[in-house]
T-cell receptor, first 113, second 113 residues
């Protein structure tokens, strides 16, 4: 059974650019969540999607957006990149998170220069 | 409202000695509780979960945790630490009302030879 796949694994972008990260959940998982992880702030929740609808949202500016497709794959987009957006972005999928928890991908390491 | 407090940001043990990572939570509802482990430059892996069944929960790699409602705690233990246990550990609370999960700040476990 394939795990959660995040692409790309590494990314270097210039300040002011925009970026799109992709997440393919485990087959059958309808919930996808995104997290930002930095040494200073730890794990910060970005948003959660369930069956193409945003179910929960964290406290991030509008530059951060996401969506989920009918096949449960999800993308997140960050526009007008800032140096502080450099982080590991983690995607997690779940069949029923209250009962089974999440399965995480390996993350996308974004560096903004 | 819910919150998670991991009481120690760093724990250091010698190989072969017991491990105790402490987690307290608060929740308006009966929550599900989880422990995840993250090795350097990797995603998070589910260690174990409590979902209102047995209060003593066994997980992978010899870890276990006990849910104590009266103390609102969910401490993670292992009888004998191994070098490969060195990692960061996260305690997570997930409500049953589809609200977002809350992650603790993490505890870094160091295992000395």
């Amino acid at each position: 059974k394939a795990g959660v796949t995040q692409t790309p694994r590494y990314l270097i972008k210039t300040r002011g650019q925009q970026v799109t990260l992709s997440c393919s959940p485990i087959s059958g998982h309808r919930s996808v969540s995104w997290y930002q992880q930095t040494p200073g702030q730890g794990l910060q929740f970005l948003f959660e999607y369930f069956s193409e609808t945003q179910r929960n949202k964290g406290n991030f500016p509008g530059r951060f957006s996401g969506r989920q497709f009918s096949n449960s794959r999800s993308e997140m987009n960050v526009s007008t990149l800032e140096l502080g957006d450099s982080a590991l972005y983690l995607c997690a999928s779940s069949q029923d998170r209250e009962r089974f928890g999440y399965t995480f991908g390996s993350g996308t390491r974004l560096t903004v220069v | 409202a819910q919150s998670v407090t991991q009481l120690d940001s760093h724990v250091s043990v010698s190989e072969g000695t017991p491990v105790l990572l402490r987690c307290n939570y608060s929740s308006s509802y009966s929550p599900s509780l989880f422990w995840y482990v993250q090795h350097p430059n990797k995603g998070l892996q589910l260690l174990l979960k409590y979902t209102s069944a047995a209060t003593l929960v066994k997980g992978i790699n010899g870890f276990e945790a006990e849910f104590k409602k009266s103390e609102t705690s969910f401490h993670l233990t292992k009888p004998s630490a191994h070098m490969s246990d060195a990692a960061e550990y996260f305690c997570v609370v997930s409500p049953f009302n589809a609200g977002k999960s809350t992650f603790g700040d993490g505890t870094t476990l160091t295992v000395k030879p």
